[in-house]
């Protein structure tokens, strides 16, 4: 008889305590022997369909299985962190996702050349695709995900809520019909009331998804909606459904095996989002009551033997205020946010992944699984969160992190000089932490979000700060709406930079310049010249310097007197501050070693071309050095009373033409960056006079879209 061989751990006697001491490590395996005729498969090598900080993820468990990893790359990503860590790499197309990541047939080829067992899709791209799914099946290699009729039921929306509602999960009103003319829509949403939500019946993390208030921007928001599910999903099949003013999105974890098994592993809280996309998770649910509890988790696990579930999958309620919950999708694949769920049981679920793909049970019962502490996970993007969040795209030209340990991890797929670039998906990583309780784990998150420094692009780090320190987010009280409820609190108008500040990021430049002038004259051989020095010294006089610093768009101006025992007297209008210090290299990380009137302080230092960055526990800062005007002058004809691109990004959609009127807030395009659609709005009424690209061009960040009769010229 032909035998497989498949990976067992070798610690299931350990127990949910044993699990918890190695938190998150993945324990030593043997290797046994079984008939082929036991049902199991073998995977020694597995492709991952996806790229970034989940391909990276998946490689990590992979390679301490012992089974091989395949990386596929766009050209876009040849360079990434995911093809590095692979076993083995290689390129399926152009970096857009249709020709790359969306590829099936290329990465079915490669899984076939490569002579992987498997395909683990990640999220995103392929995961939830039935046709790949079915793909997988017909070539005989094993899809790490539930079976095709799964994702079918469950990512076509309509039909997943008439199952649920069957195996008695409660569900929410809505239109889930065939219907699909704008009028009929239109008069389903008139009869449900408004507010509605229009959602794409495929797909989610918040793609194709759109609220419409009243009547009046129905057909718009409606139009939107379809726009985005074609461009995410191919496809453009909506429901419509209530929307429940200020819900909880509460989410449970799933695992089904092939043998009829099913658990759930606790509820996680994802409710604060903007653009219907989480930014904090956190598990378990703050105020989530044992019975509500369990009935979610029962409910959950319900819906999962419903369609024969097998895998890992999320099952995905709103909670009112009573803490009633409805049935709003299944997510048939591995979270984002799973590693919060593996914090508080002690579970790897990419391990139990691998390991139910290859036909083993669910690695714990029900009652196995327990759940201990708090954790949450903070989503760092490359956005601006003072412009609407906007994707952004650049250079990590700084990137310093929290270390990490037992109870911090860090998912990412990037490293320092790394780019993001525009096509794909804006996350930076995911910073995930846990503690003994909710408290003590909002603390270390705080405490490690102010670690977490990059330089080179937006991020939304600040925003995580302002927002985790929120009192209301302290107390648990979270809903959907939390970042419009509380926007004047977490997006407070800019304060000046402290005196204090600007004293340490003067003694900053002085130093660096101090520093490069000794290691010039030392490549030059005259180190010890008196006329290529930058420390100050002059014979029977004090040497004062002026400097100017722009704080925002403030300037500041100083007035700097070197002393002769090597400290600096800074003038700051009236206030005179005496400031000493030193440069510290601590593991490749420049610290300034600081007091500014006997405070001492020793934040990250960081000068890249004319900015200056200081980072502590008690905040960062951001000055700039001014450019000559020769220098910094740059066009800015046709600006003025024009609509500009927000972000980088390829037009979608043109709305109008020259010599069109249009009024103020009236769409004249819809751009796509980073898998996200955005409408720009006329800024006033008025005659189109030019319109400066077409669909499918590409847009910088900035650039003219299209100006008015009575502005001036645009782009030459």
Known sequence: MATTLILTRGTRGLGNSGLFQQRNLIYGFKLHRYASDTGRSKIEKVLIANRGEIACRVMRTARKMGVQSVAVYSEADKDAMHVSMADEAY???????????????????????????????????????????????????????????????????????????????????????????????????????????????????????????????????????????????????MLIEKFVENPRHVEVQIFGDKHGNAVYLFERDCSVQRRHQKIIEEAPGPGISSEVRRKLGEAAVRAAKAVNYVGAGTVEFIMDSNHHFYFMEMNTRL???????????????????????????????????????????????????????????????????????????????????????????????????????RQAALKKLKYCLHQYNIVGLSTNIDFLLN??????????????????????????????????????????????????????????????????????????????????????????????????????DMQIQDTVLKVTGELVNEGGITHLKCSVNGIVSKPKLVILDHNIYLFSLEGSAHLCIPVPTFLSEVSTRGTQGGAAAPMTGTVEKVFVKAGEAVEAGDPVMVMIAMKMEHTIRAPKTGIIKNVYYKEGDQVSRHALLVDFEDGETGPE
């Open 91 to 237: 390129c399926i197309g152009p970096a857009a996702s249709q020709q790359s990541y969306l590829a099936m047939g290329k990465i079915l080829e490669v899984a076939k050349r490569s002579g992987a067992q498997a395909i683990h899709p990640g999220y995103g791209f392929l995961s939830e695709n039935t046709e790949f799914a079915e793909f997988c099946t017909k070539e005989q290699i094993v899809f790490i995900g539930p079976p095709s009729s799964a994702i079918r039921d469950m990512g076509i929306k309509s039909t997943s809520k008439a199952i649920m509602s069957a195996a008695g999960v409660p569900v929410i009103e809505g239109y889930h019909g065939d219907d699909q003319s704008d009028q009929h829509l239109k008069e389903q949403a008139q009869k449900i009331g408004y507010p509605v939500m229009i959602k794409a019946v495929r797909g989610g993390g918040g793609k194709g998804m759109r609220i419409a208030k009243s009547d009046g921007e129905f057909l718009e928001q409606l139009e939107s909606a379809r726009r985005e599910a074609r461009k995410s999903f191919n496809d453009d099949i």
């Open 335 to 437: 979270q984002v946010e799973h590693p919060v769920t593996e914090m508080v049981t002690g579970t790897d679920l990419v391990e139990w992944q691998l390991r139910v793909a290859a036909g083993e049970k669910v690695p714990m019962t029900q009652e196995e699984i327990t759940l201990q502490g708090h954790a949450f996970e903070a989503r760092i993007y490359a956005e601006d969160p003072n412009n609407n969040f906007m994707p952004g795209a650049g250079p990590l030209l700084h990137l310093s992190t929290p270390p990490g340990d037992l109870y911090t991890r860090i998912e990412t797929g990037v490293r320092q000089g790394d780019e993001v670039s525009i096509h794909y998906d804006p996350m930076i990583a995911k910073l995930v932490v846990w503690a003994e309780d």
């Open 467 to 568: 927002l985790s320190g929120h009192p209301s987010f302290e107390a648990g009280d979270v809903h959907t709406d939390f970042i419009p409820q509380h926007h004047n609190d977490l997006f407070p108008d800019r304060k000046k930079t402290s005196r204090e500040v600007l004293c340490q990021a003067a003694l900053g430049l002085i130093l660096k310049e101090k520093l490069l002038t000794e290691e010039f004259n030392i490549q030059s051989g005259d180190q010890f010249s008196p006329f290529a020095s930058s420390n100050g010294r002059r014979i029977n006089v004090s040497y004062t310097r002026s400097l100017t610093l722009l704080d925002g768009e403030n300037q500041v101006h100083m007035k700097i007197q070197y002393k002769r025992d090597g400290s600096y």
